[in-house]
């Protein structure tokens, strides 16, 4: 059956979704994203996405008025998939509309093009379980990188150097401490406190993170929003990134450096089955897809 995805206010077939070389998307990047994980057809941490989006769209002056319409399209997209029963993705994307190139924003009001589809991704349990490689690179994006931009070179070119190397994300480092990584935020665990950038302009204020707090919380782990300098990487016991994509993922090797002896660390593990038991099982997960 053919994938059915929807754009600017219809369900149509993927093969005939077409919009105009004239998009500002197309021309400047000019739009804003959101990916919302879907257990078995429970939508993860909606209002958080939604809020974050909202953000998006006010800081770059995009009028979208149909905000409230979005819980009903991503229903029906995960119905029309027959995605259900799935682990699924829902990518959102909303751009500035169309209008003949020009930097400055079109004085009439032209419509902003939305774009949604969704589509079946497993969790990666068998990295979660024996935890990853990533590489740094120097922080070469944008000074905004709290707006969920579509505008993702300088991130795409950094996580091909990564994938390049084997590695499962790239780590950024600017002024000599971590920010995040290409498409997650980067936690590290030392003497039992979890250390992490805190949110600004310079990171992207991840909703994963945000749950991680929340368990922390619950778990007495103590969170302090204080970023981790490059030099001191080695000294941590353990290290972790957090995202939509990747779930709670173990760092075990950066760069050169291997982590807590290329395991797990016992406090990332806890923290990933708190995670595990408030999203995949609760929300009907199998309990046999990890662990
Ligand atoms: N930072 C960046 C740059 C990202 O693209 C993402 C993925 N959205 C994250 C962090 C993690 O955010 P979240 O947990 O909301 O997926």
């Not at 996405?49 to 819980?71: A, N, Y």
């Not at 751009?95 to 093009?113: K, L």
Request: glycine share 6%; proline share 3%.
């Amino acid at each position: 059956m053919s994938e059915t995805v929807f754009l600017n206010g219809e369900f149509i077939a993927r093969e005939k979704a077409y919009i105009s070389p004239e998009d500002r998307g197309f021309y400047f990047a000019d739009g804003v994203y959101e990916v919302i994980r879907c257990f078995k057809g429970s939508l993860f941490s909606y209002e958080e996405h939604i809020q974050r989006l909202k953000r998006s769209l006010s800081e770059t002056r995009i009028k979208f008025r149909d905000i409230k319409s979005l819980d009903s399209v991503c229903k029906k997209i995960i119905s029309k998939n027959n995605l259900e029963g799935k682990y699924a993705d829902i990518y959102i994307q909303i751009t500035r509309g169309v209008h003949r190139r020009m930097h400055r924003f079109p004085v009439e009001e032209i419509s902003p093009t939305v774009y949604i589809y969704a589509y079946e991704r497993l969790p990666s349990v068998n990295e979660m379980k024996r935890g990853v490689k990533v590489i740094t690179r120097n922080d070469i994006r944008w000074l905004r990188c709290d707006i969920k931009s579509v505008s993702l070179l300088p991130n795409t070119l950094k996580f091909q150097e990564a994938h390049d190397e084997n590695a499962r994300e790239c780590i950024f480092i600017r002024d000599g401490v971590i920010t995040e990584a290409s498409h997650s935020n980067v936690l590290g665990i030392k003497t039992g406190v979890v250390f992490t950038h805190p949110d600004s302009n310079l990171i992207l204020s991840g909703i994963t993170k945000k749950v991680v707090f929340r368990i922390c919380n619950d778990l007495g782990i103590y969170v302090k929003e204080s970023p981790i300098r490059e030099e001191e990487i080695s000294e941590f016991d353990e290290l972790f990134i957090t995202g939509t994509g990747n779930d709670i993922m173990p760092v075990v090797q950066l760069n050169d450096i291997v982590i807590n002896d290329g395991v797990p660390g016992t406090i990332t593990r806890q923290i990933q089955r708190e995670y595990f038991r408030i999203t995949y099982k609760k929300l009907g997960g199998e309990k046999k897809l990890w662990f």
